[in-house]
Structures are given as structure tokens and as C-alpha cells.
């Protein structure tokens, strides 16, 4: 739909022959669809200024440099109106007929929270959550990674996880839910480079110097897929410095009984995202296991991770509120040991 509030778009000049850049191609090399530069132009007024001999529009050098301004402004989480504006005053400034509507300079978004309108329903979040949810629509890989690793290094890593990371994964997972798989790409790239940051954030591993010495050991449950919140939580702990041991997705109940028997942790963290995954069962079966002298046995606490688990039902284990309880939980139960 046209943006009345929009300026109408130059009359393109002539440009011999194969000069500028086909749509097509501008949109490949950027990373975008070319669905993306045609509304950009209709909307905004930042399109091509040109036209072959033959009469076929071409994106000229300056047109160009706005455009890939305009990219990079919504890739950090500007509304593209507001992009708009910023690309056309730095780059090629307005187009003729648009003096009204780029008169004041463009407004400064606010750091911290907005609520602006984006490609995903992210609702009330950051900012750095709207350029996250863009690249990831373009699937623009390079930016994502730039963009989490300077939210972890800004924020540190727990809060980028909290406000930044998980805003963004749940807002891809609700359109996936509510768009007949679409968007399956954009959740899994997003994952995977979510993924990638966190384990470049994690220090290298501690040893564990005798069985019950303090060490975390992290499991999803038996089925359980859904490994990210225990990554988050494996990246969080190492920078603690606490010697922490990650099993993964979907544990078996004798793999995880051995490992415990194995390691003597003093925490075990079951993660389960699903109702259907959790296990009260297992569950009590760690926390009822026991090693060392007679007269000195002792066992794990156990964590409960994840939504799947039911407040309502009587299950052994303690249950953090997040990421942030968690690491102090665990922290205290490692020192304790």
C-alpha cells in the first residue's frame, strides 16, 4: 500500500545505455528483496533517479550509497521512515517536491526501549532487538553476528541474552507459529548465530578437580531439542569461572544417571521447554542420587529449567526466574561445595 504521505519520486534522467544497476542485481548484492527496494521507493522516495536509452529504471552510484545507507540504519534498528530520511540527508539529500517532508533534520532515536513498528511483532523491547529482527528477515548473516556480539559486549552477557536475544527468538518463533511454517529460515539462522556468540562468549573450559567439587552439569531432558537457554546458561557459568560440563539435547535417563554417577556434580540443570518433554520422574531420580564415604555421602541439587515445567505440580528441585537467578543459584551452590 502507497504511503500518501510519501514524495513522489523524481522523473528519471537519461543514462546511456547499460549504466546503473537493475533493481534485481542492487537487491542481490545488498542482501535484500527486490520487494524491499520497490516499497522503499513508493513509500519513502528512495529509488532509482535514472533511466536507460531504452527507458528502463537504474540505480545510479548515489543511489546506491542512500540505499545502502538506508540498509544499514534499519539493520541497527531504525524505523525505516525515520531511516529514510537520515539516508537521503547524508547521501544524495531530497529528492525535488520532498522539501516539506525532510525540512527538519531526521529525528534521533532513543537508545534503550521502542516501540516502533518493525518486520516482526517484537512489542516493547530494545532497539537493538528491531536490527536483529531485520537482518534476520533479510538473513543477513554478517550483520547478525555483528549485531549480538556488540550487544554482548555492551550489555554483558546475561542482559543481551534477557532483553536482547530472547525478545527477538520469541518474536520469530510466535510468526513461525501463526504463518504456516514460514519463516523457518529466519528462526534457524537466527538460532544458529545466537548459538555461534554464545560460545564465542564462553571462556575456555575449568577443570573439575575431584567428583563433587563443585561442578555444573547442564542436560535437556530425554526428547528435549531445545538446547539455546542451557547454552546461554554453560557461556554465563564459564565467565563465573565455575567448571561446568553440558551434555546437550535430549539426554537419555542412563546417560544422564552415568554422567552424574561419573562427575558427582553438585548441580544438575534440566532443562525442558514442553510440558509434554518434562520429567518429575528423572527428576527425583537425580536428586536421590548419592556417592562418596559412608558417613559422607552426598548428592546433587537439582535446577529446573524452562517453561515446561509446572509450577502446580509437586516436584523436587529448585526453579530460578531466569538466566540471572540461575547463575546465582548455581554460583552458590558450587562455592557451598
Request: proline share 10%.
Amino acid at each position: 500500500m502507497v504511503n500518501p504521505a510519501a514524495p513522489p519520486p523524481d522523473e528519471p534522467s537519461a543514462v546511456p545505455g547499460d549504466a546503473g544497476l537493475t533493481t534485481g542485481v542492487l537487491a542481490r548484492r545488498l542482501g535484500v528483496s527486490p520487494m524491499t527496494l520497490r516499497s522503499w521507493d513508493r513509500r519513502y522516495g528512495i529509488g532509482p533517479t535514472a533511466r536507460t536509452e531504452g527507458g528502463h529504471r537504474r540505480w545510479t552510484a548515489a543511489d546506491v550509497a542512500t540505499v545502502e545507507e538506508m540498509c544499514r540504519l534499519t539493520a541497527t534498528g531504525v524505523p525505516p521512515a525515520d531511516a529514510a530520511r537520515a539516508a537521503r540527508t547524508a547521501c544524495a539529500g531530497p529528492p525535488a517536491g520532498a522539501e516539506t517532508a525532510t525540512a527538519s533534520a531526521p529525528p534521533v532515536v532513543p537508545p534503550g526501549r521502542s516501540r516502533a513498528a518493525g518486520a516482526l511483532p517484537l512489542g516493547d523491547v530494545r532497539q537493538e532487538c528491531r536490527g536483529l529482527a531485520r537482518a534476520a528477515v533479510r538473513l543477513d548473516a554478517p550483520a547478525l553476528e555483528k549485531q549480538l556480539a556488540a550487544a554482548v559486549e555492551r550489555h554483558g552477557l546475561v542482559v543481551a541474552w534477557q532483553e536482547v536475544m530472547v525478545p527477538t527468538l520469541h518474536a520469530v518463533g510466535r510468526r513461525w507459529a501463526s504463518s504456516d511454517d514460514r519463516y523457518v529460515e529466519v528462526e534457524h539462522l537466527l538460532a544458529w548465530h545466537v548459538s555461534t556468540v554464545l560460545r564465542r562468549s564462553t571462556p575456555p573450559a575449568t577443570p573439575v578437580a575431584s567428583p563433587g567439587a563443585g561442578c555444573v552439569l547442564l542436560a535437556c531432558v530425554p526428547g528435549e531439542q531445545h538446547t539455546l537457554p542451557l547454552e546461554a546458561l554453560h557461556a554465563a557459568l564459564g565467565q563465573e569461572g565455575l567448571p561446568v560440563r553440558m551434555l546437550g539435547a535430549a539426554v537419555p535417563h542412563e546417560a544422564l544417571d552415568a554422567a552424574v554417577r561419573r562427575l558427582g556434580p553438585a548441580a544438575v540443570v534440566l532443562w525442558a521447554q514442553e510440558s509434554t518433554r518434562a520429567a518429575p520422574a528423572l527428576a527425583r531420580h537425580v536428586a536421590g542420587l548419592r556417592w562418596g564415604m559412608k558417613g559422607t555421602r552426598r548428592g546433587p541439587a537439582v535446577v529446573l529449567g524452562g517453561p515446561g515445567w509446572s509450577r502446580s505440580q509437586p516436584v523436587v528441585g529448585i526453579r530460578p526466574a531466569g538466566l540471572a537467578q540461575a547463575v546465582e543459584v548455581l554460583r552458590a551452590l558450587c562455592t557451598a561445595g
